[in-house]
T-cell receptor, first 115, second 108 residues
Framework: DTEVTQTPKHLVMGMTNKKSLKCEQH?????MYWYKQKAKKPPELMFV???????INESVPSRFSPECPNSSLLNLHLHALQPEDSALYLC????FGTGGSGELFFGSGTQLSVL | KNEVEQSPQNLTAQEGEFITINCSYS?????LHWLQQHPGGGIVSLFM???GKKKHGRLIATINIQEKHSSLHITASHPRDSAVYIC??????????FGKGTHLIIQP
């Protein structure tokens, strides 16, 4: 199994809603990542979890709250988002944790629209 | 911070042509990735390179560490190769620094 699975594939939410994005991998990878990608732009790193601990938070607003319940799962909890948060949210994993140089495997993303 | 430059930004070619996409970066790296993204879709990792050359099917990737430069080649291009190709580098910290991507269109 070399897949990173993201759910849901599409999400529409209002600015007062609370929703969560889910990411799962069963490759035994110890680093997991959240990226945000606006249309026609490269992905921007949001968070990195290394060995289930948050190792990097790229100054992301608190309306985005990551969670890593175990080494296979990564969630992104969303609350009080703004329309400018509409984007493709990509999850990725790699074999090694902080400082490692393993290949990144990406999920297919969640296309989020905030109304 | 590493600066990653890709060229060309846009490329339209005819089916069967040999395609080259270039990537240069400013600071030493531990690895370089070539990624493929179809419109509205997720990202597929094509290659991870730290030296030399790799080949997979019709795709070839090379890297010159001394010159801080990598190329992605597609032989016998096909319309299904139409996608955005992204170069990304990994330095000491986690995550990747991405280039802006090359939008490739292969016409039948």
């Amino acid at each position: 199994d070399t897949e990173v699975t993201q759910t849901p594939k599409h999400l529409v939410m209002g600015m007062t809603n609370k929703k969560s994005l889910k990411c799962e991998q069963h490759m035994g990878h110890r680093a997991m990542y959240w990226y945000k990608q606006k249309a026609k732009k490269p992905p921007e790193l949001m968070f990195v979890y290394s060995y289930e601990k948050l190792s990097i938070n790229e100054s992301v607003p608190s309306r985005f709250s990551p969670e890593c319940p175990n080494s296979s799962l990564l969630n992104l909890h969303l609350h009080a988002l703004q329309p400018e948060d509409s984007a493709l949210y990509l999850c990725a994993s790699s074999r090694f944790g902080t400082g490692g140089s393993g290949e990144l495997f990406f999920g297919s993303g969640t296309q989020l629209s905030v109304l | 911070k590493n600066e990653v430059e890709q060229s060309p930004q846009n490329l339209t070619a005819q089916e069967g042509e040999f395609i080259t996409i270039n990537c240069s970066y400013s600071v030493g790296i531990s690895a370089l990735h070539w990624l493929q993204q179809h419109p509205g879709g997720g990202i597929v990792s094509l290659f991870m390179l730290s030296s030399g050359k790799k080949k997979h099917g019709r795709l070839i990737a090379t890297i010159n560490i001394q010159e801080k430069h990598s190329s992605l080649h597609i032989t016998a291009s096909h319309p299904r190769d139409s996608a955005v190709y992204i170069c990304a580098v990994r330095g000491g910290a986690d995550g990747l620094t991405f280039g802006k991507g090359t939008h490739l269109i292969i016409q039948p």
